[in-house]
């Protein structure tokens, strides 16, 4: 008998299949892989200090770069932990604005998800139809925020604007059109035969584990665990609408493509139902100390202005104390942990990224997988580097 | 005199075919880049000239001046060998392939193709499987581990297909009665064979999409996983090689499913040539759509559908063909 050797292989930080800059240390026993490190770190540019440094609306910038993909839900999350540490009410018409652009989000992510993930197992097509959709999506959003990308739009407080003419309109045609554009991407991957061989049983996770490695999101939905932080713990007014969370069973890599296919349908219907029985009133809490008044206001009055200049420059000081305030991103439970000691600065804020520690599950599943399987499996899990480094 | 005519027959038959084949190669990667932009619901190339005509010239150009990188610890002999050999015999092997009928010329008879070889089939694949020697050493001689990866699995993708590609094709030459593959033409003068043997055709264009290494089958490159597996350190020049080799074997493959199932240059009314190109063209279409709907196996399904379903089948085929060709 020959000796065997194992063979070591770098994948990363520059691959096109691993999402951005994340280096697996792969060793491989022909293409079978033995042992796997997940190196990390490449993306860091330092957020939760920085934000130590910035007051609290300047903070929420920073919000928009950790999961780029999703920039809304992390304001919206930011947003909510803060408002709890001041205790703010936010009116409903903001609420329902809120759930309707982290799901118009969602959708975006989830696309741009089913987008890559099939690109990295060869089926070339399916990438382009859903960046068709994305597109459309991305264009609603510039409409509402100014921006596709990093809108920073949820404001401490409620919204930084109300949605434009005609947006509604244009969510309207969109949910009717959209449930027959998954049918088109599930007749090239759902029953696909190759699509089913590629990632039916590959890099499976039982509920046990996964709930152990502190999984969230999808990947823990499609081991048949039912948490989704917008039912589990509702904000935002998630309680008021009426939907499902997918479950997997097998918790492989296509039942987490089954789920999230599955969450997009349900993500139409709350945007469905968000913009049907949006309420009328104001988009901004009642709160002379931390909501700078309206532009309006800033004209006319120079108690307002003082107040806009004062919260601009300044921020706003917070009571001392500690809260967690957490969302369910596209990734996975998405959570701000912000302690403030008194001051118009965080002490610390701390993010819990979803990526990071779906991420932390990556060896346990593709261990005695092949190389190709790395692949689907990662984008399975569907990271974010920006979110990973912070 | 006969041998120099002969001679500057086979020369001039040689530079039609070689240049018509890299024209078609070129616009090939140009009308393969539109179909799947068609599908992709996208335009394609069309900044270079109108409706991108003359972006292949550009790519060409572009290759031709990149700076030519050898690798420190690549093998340099093999490393630079080895995507001539690609190139060369996806060129040769279309010397074989009979584009048309005799044609009467000067008051000679000049067949059109450049070797008629009684032994055609057996060239063929004998080619066919040298040029997967250009992936295995240009994956294995360029000195890195993707590029070992890719021309691993070159060669177990090579050995799963290869056995049942020749199988598939023994039921034509039962039918036929030859080798030669102007001769497997006239015997589909009145039926082509796709009528007698289907699932051959069927089981030949899933062989014949592992050969040439493309999609659902594209192993040695698998670009998402290899970063582009075999070529991964080639550039300039030899990289573009690489890619017409690629191109030119699609070409051939088609042309040979042409030849060996719809009839290669015969029908009606239009020109022998005509014909083939149109067919063969129509093949070319089917592998560029077949690209756009499918993603990509791993390679051990590849194998096991190579010796587990596509073998057993081949066989049966072909007891089943000589069967009927002895009772009738």
Redesign the interface.
Known sequence: MAETRT?T??MGPQ???THGVLRLLLELD??IITKVVPHIGYLHRGVEKLSESMTYPQALTLTDRLDYTSALSNNLAYCLAVEKLLDLKIPKRAQYLRVLLAELQRLAAHLLWVATH????????V???AF?ERETILGMLEQVTGARLTPSFVRIGGLAKDIPDGFAAEVRAFVEDFPRRIDEYET??TD?I??K??TQNIAPMSADEAVNYGVTGPVLRACGVNYDVRKAYPYSGYDEFDFEIPLGERGDVYDRYVVRLKEMRQSNRIIDQAINNLPTGPILADSAFAVPPDKEAVGKDIAALIRHFKIAQEGFETPRGEVYASIESSKGELGFYVVSDGSNKPFRMRIRPPSFINLGALPKMIEGQ??????AAIGSIDIVLGEIDR | METLYFVLESLIKNIVVIACLMLFVAYLTLAERKILGYIQVRVGPNRVGPFGIWQPIADGIKSFFKEDVIPLNADKPIYILAPMISFFTALSMFALIPFGDKIYLFGREIKLVIADVDVGILYIFALGTLGEYGIVLGGWSSGNKYGILGSLRAAAQMISYEVALGIILMGTIILAGSLRLTEIVQAQRNTWFIVYQPFAFLLYVVAALAEINRTPFDMPESESELACGFNIEYSSMKFALFMIAEYAHLVTVAALCTTFFLGGWLGPVLPGPVWFILKTLVMIFVFIWIRGTFPRLRYDHIMKFGWKVLFPLALLNLVITAFFATLS
């Open positions: 063979m292989i770098n691959h096109p299949a022909g293409e099939a690109l990295d197992m060869g089926a070339m097509t990438l382009f139809y068709r090239l991957l696909n190759i699509w061989k590629r092949m190389v190709a399987d790395v692949v």
